[in-house]
């Protein structure tokens, strides 16, 4: 995120306020690691994270360098088991993101997991996912991950075509997405390819070509996400000079509506905007933990984190990170408790995105006014708003933020 958003100052343990503690372990529990490691820096990317370059020499407390990560990580979850205390359920979901986390050793990864495991415990079936450049994960390394208790790895693919991958300063061979796909295969790991539409000089073609070349892969789940060029990168500053054309809204709803005809007719299932899965099993569980607003507490620099209607945000640099953590303080940057309003505009933003749909009835009385207009307008299923559930067509999931607004502005 460009910028950290403000909120109120936190207590230098990060204890929860009475009625957030009192609440833990009402939802369930996810953990969300942010890796901020990265072997180059993508000109699109606005992510916290972090080239060797960047960091400079690797001094300063452990944890501010890839080979002392855990170290920090396993500090900020024993903060965790201080916060949430023994009323926090056995923890349902992992996700490793970043960065990319599998720079860091494979037995590093399995070690914060296992710290995981002791401090909280997993529950059973957990889902445990890492995020992989393709060039970065072997059979051998992927074995030890899943002898360790992962169960998923979600690859960056991002698109099959050289020029589009060099405009977007990805430097991995489109060829070793097959060998990463391979390697998962064969130690029993399932798969996600993450696809991205939208770099400028894309054309349809192209993007149809990934697709293709992500479906011969037979992935158990797909995401597609429209490229969004953001300021301060380095994609935007050659948007800016007129070194690259900026994609358009009818070209990214073009390529967002063939990737939906391919995965669906190769047997994909839409259940979020833009994630497709082979079946009910191979949906990210942990994604859906978001979306229904469940708590999860976000590990690393600049994660955040969401328990009970409390939420806070990390601070972003490794160094600080570790230092905080080392003197026994929270690496919070700031936090705010969430009003009733604003947690029911986020449900609403987020569970209208899923295919089960938000529920009517949670929606306000001048909210529910606007639906027959959303029907009318072919952006909400009829028969499913019938049946009580507001659910997106392909339409409206491609304007899914005017249905948000009206039925959250018709609400208020």
Not at 10 to 30: I, T
Not at 82 to 97: E, K, R
Not at 98 to 115: C, I, M, N
Not at 209 to 232: I, K
Request: charged residues 25%; hydrophobic residues 40%; negative net charge.
């Amino acid at each position: 995120m460009p910028h950290t958003p403000e909120g109120a100052d936190v207590p230098p343990h990060g204890p929860l306020d009475r009625s957030s503690a009192a609440r833990v372990g009402a939802r369930p529990l996810s953990i969300y690691v942010h890796v901020p490691f990265c072997a180059v820096r993508c000109g699109y990317c606005d992510f916290n994270t972090y080239t060797a370059a960047e960091l400079g020499t690797p001094d300063g407390p452990p944890g501010a360098s890839r080979d002392t990560f855990a170290v920090g990580a396993l500090a900020e979850l024993d903060l965790a088991t201080q916060v949430l205390g023994l009323q926090a359920p056995p923890v349902s979901t992992v996700f490793f993101g970043g960065g990319t986390p599998t720079l860091l050793d494979a037995g590093d990864l399995v070690r914060v997991l296992d710290g995981v495991r002791t401090r909280f415990g997993l529950a059973d079936g957990a889902e445990v996912t890492t995020e992989a450049n393709p060039d970065s994960v072997t059979e051998a390394s992927l074995r030890t991950l899943r002898e360790g208790g992962f169960t998923r790895v979600s690859i960056g693919m991002q698109s099959s075509v050289g020029s589009v991958l060099r405009t977007l300063d990805r430097t991995h061979d489109p060829a070793n997405v097959a060998r990463a796909v391979a390697a998962a295969r064969a130690t029993g790991l399932a798969v996600s390819l993450d696809l991205i539409y939208g770099t400028p000089g894309e054309s349809v073609p192209d993007w149809r070509d990934s697709v293709q070349a992500a479906l011969q892969l037979q992935p158990d789940h797909v995401s597609a996400y429209a490229l969004t060029v953001e300021e301060g990168t380095k994609m935007h500053s050659r948007v800016r000079r007129g070194e690259l054309p900026l994609p358009t809204g009818d070209d990214e709803a073009d390529k967002y509506e063939l990737a939906d005809a391919l995965l669906t007719d190769a047997g994909y299932r839409w259940y979020e905007i833009s994630n497709w899965a082979a079946t009910p099993a191979d949906q990210c569980r942990h994604n859906l933990a978001y979306w229904r607003g469940d708590d999860w507490w976000g590990v690393g620099p600049g994660a955040h984190s969401h328990v009970a209607g409390t939420r806070w945000w990390n601070v972003k640099h490794p160094r600080t990170w570790s230092q905080r953590l080392a003197d026994g303080a929270s690496p919070a940057a700031a936090r705010e408790q969430l009003t009733d309003e604003q947690r029911h505009a986020e449900e609403v933003l987020l569970r209208i995105r899923l295919a089960e749909g938000l529920p009517t009835d949670r929606v306000g009385p001048a909210g529910r006014q606007a639906v027959a207009g959303l029907i009318a307008d072919q952006l909400v299923d009829g028969r499913e708003a019938l049946g009580g559930r507001l659910v997106l067509t392909r339409r409206g999931r491609l304007l899914a933020d005017t249905v948000v607004r009206a039925l959250l502005e018709e609400d208020e």
